[in-house]
T-cell receptor
Framework: GEDVEQSLFLSVREGDSSVINCTYTDSSSTYLYWYKQEPGAGLQLLTY?????DMKQDQRLTVLLNKKDKHLSLRIADTQTGDSAIYFC???????????FGAGTRLAVHP | DVKVTQSSRYLVKRTGEKVFLECVQD?????MFWYRQDPGLGLRLIYFSYDVKMKEKGDIPEGYSVSREKKERFSLILESASTNQTSMYLCASSLTGGQDGYTFGSGTRLTVV
């Protein structure tokens, strides 16, 4: 069945790059998404990538997609304390724009 | 600029009570979703609706029901609240065929005592 997997925790030093990884199972996924959730809040869309793209860059964010391996990554350059949050990977599958979410990666940024 | 509004941020209810969680969106989205979020389990889909008066079960519908009488409003109902329904509940909406994914509300943290 459909499944999205992420590591649960990542710790980085302020100013370094963060790389959050995700694997998914549905090869027919059309779009893949990254969401950010700050403490006590809902999820906020960070970026998305269409399945026929390999890479998408948006300011400090770079998304890489390896469709053959069904692997998605989010790189955050120059990570700041404000980037501390939970990051969710999601694949769009089936009808009704239904998204399947991973369990989320908690990013902790320390001085 | 709020687009998906959940009626309560925090809610405390007693075991056995009937609980209504309300969600309203102002983007004319066809699809609406209810998730619950628990530590280590991520987001689990409870119910979703792709049109007025239509509903589909998600992965964990037991103990819940929903109502969608108007396009902009999607209600989650706990018929008889239990302590294992203590959780963060997230509502989301989306356009069919749109590329923008979901827009989420801020969440309702429900505690059942």
């Amino acid at each position: 069945g459909e499944d999205v997997e992420q590591s649960l925790f990542l710790s980085v030093r302020e100013g370094d790059s963060s790389v959050i990884n995700c694997t998914y199972t549905d090869s027919s996924s059309t779009y893949l998404y990254w969401y950010k959730q700050e403490p006590g809040a809902g999820l906020q869309l960070l970026t998305y990538i269409f399945s026929n793209m390999d890479m998408k860059q948006d300011q400090r964010l770079t998304v890489l997609l390896n469709k053959k391996d069904k692997h998605l990554s989010l790189r955050i350059a120059d990570t700041q304390t404000g980037d501390s949050a939970i990051y969710f990977c999601a694949e769009r599958t089936g009808g009704y724009n239904k998204l399947i979410f991973g369990a989320g990666t908690r990013l902790a940024v320390h001085p | 600029d709020v687009k998906v509004t959940q009626s309560s941020r925090y809610l405390v209810k007693r075991t056995g009570e009937k609980v209504f969680l309300e969600c309203v969106q102002d983007m004319d989205h066809e699809n609406m979703f209810w998730y619950r979020q628990d530590p280590g389990l991520g987001l689990r889909l409870i119910y979703f609706s792709y049109d007025v008066k239509m509903k589909e079960k998600g992965d964990i519908p037991e103990g819940y029901s929903v109502s969608r009488e108007k396009k902009e409003r999607f209600s989650l109902i706990l018929e008889s609240a239990s302590t294992n329904q203590t959780s963060m509940y997230l509502c989301a909406s989306s356009l069919t065929g749109g590329q923008d994914g979901y827009t989420f509300g801020s969440g309702t943290r429900l505690t059942v005592v």
